[in-house]
């Protein structure tokens, strides 16, 4: 929302309001029972439109063209919604004009709701494949198609749920929204203040304790956010300072928060949006997810705490001083802030047998009456508002930018399940690789790179693992193995140039050269490269719940290979020793191949 939007007061009332509708409509569909999916859905997309073709306009033009695209979408949308039982009978086929009308309007809102919130890339690819739809049976040899009546077609991404009300929708419905509106509940309060608080309090002392808090803080932060930019925003705004003012390098500070914050979005409990969506696409339940992907992610931060160690071999990391660290009362308060809606997450997942989601509204309520409170005791009744409010709009934001991004996605998706592009892709790869898994691997490394490059991590994850994951589960991956691969992959793109957000935003927040942090942060976050191939070298990583005792000892052995790769990368200047200890490092990281 703009300045001048926000300062107009029945405006923003009005923005409130449906802020407020949209999380309680989210929060009822977990609450009050099962509603069709033809209901549902279109409905998430009625209430998300508005947030993003309206709320973030920067000028009357772009606002009122918005105000237009909106109205229109939330017509068709709400339409689909009532006569959902008469488009059941249909199977998936337009009957008349008006019919056809609303699937083309339905189509082009979301595709242009997904450029204006994240840029062209994605909507560039969903109308490259609508195009090879329409039009693929005329393209010759294998890559073409038999065709599809376009009335079909149409009817199939519109009003059946095989398109835009497919899956990937059912999850930011039912489970992505949820959790992001407990995120924002809790960002609203003082949690953030009491990841920074335990941080400080559990490495402030140390070696590079700066650095080190930056890197606990981001990962107690970053799993709940799910978006490395808005992770490096929000504790980077904490951290650079404090390591600025210990002399650290500006381009070590960035290059900390940048890799810290990425690693937040593989960070369980929460793990960002892409975790649900894997749930929907492997059916693997989410506790199983993140039993797999928990000593993934302490690796990856083990990586980090070491490669921090390492520099500080060649530069002085001082600790924050002690009157610099907060008192053990701030930390017991503060961390209560986030404690309880976690302790009530937990146990609701854990203890009670609920679901995810389930679990998730009861933290959601918890954390809400938390918003009345603050360390210091109570709050006003203004101070109160305004963090309610805040909870509302950010709410609506956040799940609004992933709808818009999963609406989109489903398109490409619809379209690779309706014209059997997405089995000539994994045919492809199987013929490019010769047959061999680790030649896949690579060719679906790069693959996640690129796109991760142009479009949002789970984008990226979603594209990939529909054309790449048969290719990979063929030739011998856990479906499971296989999706936690691409998904660390589509990682890649926040710290590897030449398009690295994290690395972008903590260079210009410090004053730093992009290039140079982004060098410092590829070497920092050797673990990001790493240890996907080593899920792969060693499968029982993944295996925590089954193979609790073989699941540590890899762990063990991969973290002893990337605490070597990491001194061979940034802490030994000679050269031989900079080698022997790489090439060490990956010989423990691959010794599962051995086995």
Request: glycine fraction near 12%; hydrophobic fraction near 60%.
């Amino acid at each position: 929302m703009t300045d001048t939007v926000a300062a107009r007061g029945p405006v923003r009332a009005a923005w409130i309001v449906l802020a407020a509708a949209l999380v309680l409509y989210h929060l009822g569909l977990i609450f009050w029972g099962l509603v069709p999916n033809l209901v549902s859905r279109p409905l998430h997309l009625a209430f998300v439109l508005p947030f993003v073709l309206v709320l973030p306009a920067g000028s009357p033009a772009v606002r009122a063209s918005g105000a237009v695209l909106a109205a229109l979408g939330m017509a068709a949308a709400i339409w689909v919604a009532l006569n959902h039982d008469r488009l059941g009978d249909q199977y998936g086929f337009l009957e008349g004009g008006f019919q056809f009308a609303v699937a083309v309007t339905l189509l082009a809102v979301v595709i242009e709701a997904a450029r204006r919130a994240i840029g062209w890339p994605l909507p560039l690819v969903a109308v490259a494949a609508l195009a090879y739809a329409i039009w693929g049976q005329h393209i010759p040899g294998e890559f073409g198609h038999s065709g599809t009546p376009l009335a079909s077609f149409l009817g199939t991404m519109t009003i059946a749920e095989g398109g835009i009300w497919g899956s990937l929708t059912a999850v930011s419905v039912g489970v992505v929204a949820i959790f992001v509106i407990f995120g924002a509940v809790l960002n609203a309060g003082e949690a953030g203040q009491g990841f920074m608080n335990v941080a400080a309090a559990a490495a402030g002392r140390l070696t590079g304790g700066a650095a080190k808090v930056s890197v606990i803080s981001s990962a107690l932060f970053g799993s709940i956010s799910g978006s490395a930019s808005a992770n490096v925003a929000s504790t980077g705004a904490i951290t650079l300072p404090a390591m600025t003012r210990l002399g650290y390098p500006k381009r070590l500070a960035a290059a900390v928060e940048a890799v810290a914050s990425s690693g937040g979005q593989i960070m369980p409990p929460l793990m960002g949006a892409g975790a649900f969506v894997m749930v929907e696409l492997t059916g693997v339940p989410y506790t199983g997810i993140v039993a797999a992907a928990i000593l993934p992610a302490l690796l990856y931060f083990l990586a980090v705490w070491m490669g921090i160690n390492a520099q500080a071999r060649r530069v002085e990391l001082r600790g924050i001083a002690p009157e610099d660290r907060p008192g053990a009362r701030d930390v017991v308060i503060t961390s209560a802030f986030f404690l309880v809606p976690f302790t009530v997450l937990l146990w609701g997942m854990f203890g009670a047998g609920y679901t995810a989601q389930y679990s998730a509204c009861m933290a959601i309520l918890s954390g809400t009456a938390l918003l009345f409170v603050g360390r210091k005791g109570r709050l006003t009744r203004a101070e109160i508002a305004a963090r309610l409010v805040t909870a509302l709009l950010t709410a609506a934001r956040q799940v609004s930018m992933i709808a818009a991004i999963i609406f989109c996605a489903s398109i490409v998706i619809g379209v690779l399940a309706v014209t059997g592009l997405g089995v000539k892709i994994t045919s492809l790869i199987l013929s490019g690789s010769g047959g061999m898994l680790w030649a896949s691997l690579l060719l679906t490394a790069l693959a996640c790179l690129v796109l991760g490059m142009e479009v949002p991590t789970t984008a990226a994850y979603v594209i990939c693992v529909s054309v790449a994951g048969p290719a990979l589960i063929s030739q011998g991956l856990e479906p499971l193995q296989a999706h936690l691969f691409v998904f660390w992959f589509a990682l890649l793109s926040t710290i590897t140039p030449p398009v690295c957000g994290a690395v972008f935003i903590a260079a210009g927040m410090i004053g730093e050269n992009w290039i140079r942090v982004a060098t410092s942060a590829m070497a920092l976050g050797v673990g990001l490269y790493v240890i996907p191939l080593g899920m792969v070298a060693n499968p029982e990583l993944l295996q925590l719940a089954e193979m609790p005792v073989a699941a540590l000892f890899a762990a063990v052995r991969i973290g002893a290979g990337l605490t070597l790769i990491s001194y061979g990368l940034i802490g030994f200047r000679a050269l031989p020793a900079r080698l022997a200890a790489g090439l060490a490092g990956l010989a423990l990281v691959f010794a599962g191949l051995a086995f």
